[in-house]
């Protein structure tokens, strides 16, 4: 069937639904997930580096998701957990805060418990070494 | 178009009347905010749960690349 003859109200709803599946399967799939834009090795947006920075400083194994690759995820992840900005990180399958509250949890240490409690192994050294450089 | 340090701060306020609200103009260019809300109406709530309610009083202006606000810092917290 021609791409112009599906009602476009209905295409949107399995769009959605699949979205939602896609973002369900891979934080399901992974202990640490971000969505950013770019990628770790090369973000694209100073907020995703931001994130993207302290993960990979502190040694975390993260499995990244790049919105800008994927439109369907970009407007999707938005609607999954209810918060407007890119990134958006996942521990454990539970959203867990965009750049201003993984900065926050960052320099106050939350985010090291967080990791302690979900078995996610960092490097503690890395952590101590951002707050004290932010300190 | 840019939004004003005042339109930010009204448009919270009617969310939180007693919250003490701190914007800041980062960069001096409209475009680029922090703003920092105290309001007792967060105890108990957790920081995700505090940013989606600011976010809400923000009325879709955070709403990505169709927003007039483009980037926002938040900080939120309950009253010490």
Redesign the interface.
Known sequence: MPRGTTAPTTRKKIDMSDANARISETIQANNVVLFMKGTKSMPQCGFSSRVAGVLNYMGVDFADVNVLADEEIRHGIKDFSDWPTIPQLYVKGEFVGGCDIITEMTLSGELDTLFDENDVTYDKDAADKIREANG | MPMQAQEIEDLIRESFPDAKITITDLAGDGNHYSAEVVDASFAGMN??QQ??AV?KALKGK???SH?ELH?L???TKAPA
Do not use: Q
Request: glycine content about 16%; proline content about 0%.
């Open positions: 920081r995700v940013h989606r976010t955070m709403d990505g927003g980037a810092a938040l900080t």
